[in-house]
């Protein structure tokens, strides 16, 4: 920020408030500011553009503002002259900010979160609310200072008075806001084992200007395995340096299971932190057995690494607790020749004093969701998986192989592969794979179709 030219102005438009009864003789507007003179027809006349080409040799020698304002007008036949003066001075009050550009997050919320305060105008300020601001995702792509024209002293000589700061000297930035857009996916696959499975994902975000996101979700992973959930994250409730997330789902194992959960939570967006608390109600479908969980988690964001730690007590005949730790990284590779490389590595501990407790969902097989592989509930005390891609192509088009690879202490060691395309079309991005375990023969491969739209 410190290399942005120096760009303060003062819009005088009250200057163009005619008196009525000329107001129908006047054709063109003339306007003299020294030795500068300019002319143009009344209805293509721009004030605001006028004044930064008149004021641009004040800006240019450094002056923190530069004013531009009438002194005198004279009519003469149809033709209004505008005589004109120019203020400036080393020191401005900065009282209020402003946003413009593609932003999704009303102007009041993200000067909250800059902590604005009133300050003396420099540019070292000015850098400082932007690097801020590029911490909230609002690149600054340019800056200037409006001095409301209807004050008269807006500026003082020596160090400012407190008076200054009602002088409506607003610091306005131009940002592109880099922010999730609302998403939706859907996805239908077909195994032979499994038949017909689907998934559909919808998130909202940036509702209301308050950066709320909603999340919907269904899936159906085999004939009697169904699953629903939705969950709210708001980053700011009520302006709180902390956000609130609350959850819900609903999932169907197999025919005799199903499990009821909710959850609620704060996070820390800036640190990427998030700590819960949550409740899982199961029972069978003939109402004999219900068990209960009490579930507390933690999750933090550090460089491309994701940590996970989620515990929790398990109520039936007998209390029992159990824990799971997790660790996720994604490394994006790039490669020459339009080639990119995609690794995601993951890692779980789980411990129960249970032996019939069922507590986490791991891939066994592989690690993606959908794509020849099932997911099921198990317990163990270490598991590994790898997920790889490697795209070659555009955003347009691309092409890739995949490759899966999962360590598991209890079911041994499992892989599996494929290959896929995706291609850019007007409704959104389509995608289609196929993938099969290591050592299945071809009919056991999965076919999968999807299409992603961002708005």
């Known amino acids: 920020m410190a290399a942005l030219p120096l760009y303060i102005l003062i819009l005088g438009a009250q200057a163009l408030d005619l008196p009525s009864e000329h107001t129908g003789d006047v054709a063109w507007i003339e306007v003299i500011c020294g030795e500068d003179r300019v002319i143009q027809y009344r209805d293509s006349f721009v004030w605001d553009s006028l004044a930064r080409f008149m004021l641009f040799d004040a ?105 200054t700061i009602g002088s409506g000297a607003r610091l306005h930035f131009l940002i592109d806001e880099a922010r999730s857009p609302n998403r939706i996916t859907a996805l239908l696959g077909y195994g032979d084992e499994e038949g017909f499975v689907g998934m559909a994902d919808f998130l909202l975000s940036n509702l209301f200007g308050g950066r709320r996101e909603f999340f919907f979700s269904w899936q159906r992973l085999a004939p009697n395995n169904v699953n629903f959930a939705a969950s709210a994250r708001d980053p700011y409730p009520f302006r709180l340096p902390f956000g609130i997330e609350v959850a ?57 690494l994701l940590v996970g730690v989620r515990a929790g007590e398990r109520r039936a005949e007998e209390r029992s607790a159990y824990l799971k730790a997790s660790l996720k990284a994604g490394l994006p590779i790039p490669l020459l020749w339009g080639f990119s490389f995609w690794l995601e590595p993951n890692a779980a501990f789980v411990t129960s004093a249970d032996p019939l407790l069922e507590t986490e969902l791991i891939p066994v097989g592989g690690a993606r969701t959908l794509r020849g592989y099932t997911e099921e509930e198990f317990r163990s005390k270490l598991a590994f998986w790898l997920r790889q891609e490697l795209r070659w192509g555009s955003e347009s088009l691309s092409l890739y192989p995949l490759f899966d690879v999962a360590l598991i202490e209890v079911t041994g060691f499992a892989a599996g592969y494929g290959a896929g395309i995706t291609v850019a079309t007007p409704i959104g991005r389509l995608e289609l794979d196929a993938a099969l375990p290591w050592e299945g023969a071809w009919y056991d491969a999965k076919l999968h179709l999807s299409v992603g739209a961002e708005f």
Not at 79 to 103: C, E, H, M
Not at 256 to 270: K, R, V
Not at 287 to 295: D, E, F, I, P
């Open 59 to 163: 800006v240019d020698s450094g002056y923190a503002f530069a004013s531009l304002s009438v002194a005198r007008s004279e009519l003469k036949g149809d033709t209004l002259t505008l005589y004109t003066k120019i203020d400036k001075g080393p020191l401005v009050r900065v009282a209020s900010l402003a946003f413009s550009g593609d932003r999704r997050t009303n102007s009041s919320l993200l000067a909250h979160l800059l902590r604005f305060q009133p300050f003396v105008y420099s540019t070292a300020k000015v850098a400082e609310l932007a690097d801020v601001l590029e911490g909230l995702d609002c690149t600054v792509l340019d800056w200037e200072i409006l001095i409301a024209p209807l004050e008269n002293r807006v500026f003082e000589r020596g160090p400012p008075k407190d008076d």
């Open 248 to 304: 819900g789902a609903f999932r169907s194992f197999d025919e005799s299971t199903y499990h009821l959960e909710a959850s609620g939570g704060i996070f820390i967006t800036p640190a990427s932190f998030r700590v819960g608390l949550g409740y899982v109600y199961e029972q069978d479908r003939s109402g004999l057995t219900r068990v209960s969980k009490n579930l507390a988690s933690t999750r933090m964001s550090v460089g491309p």
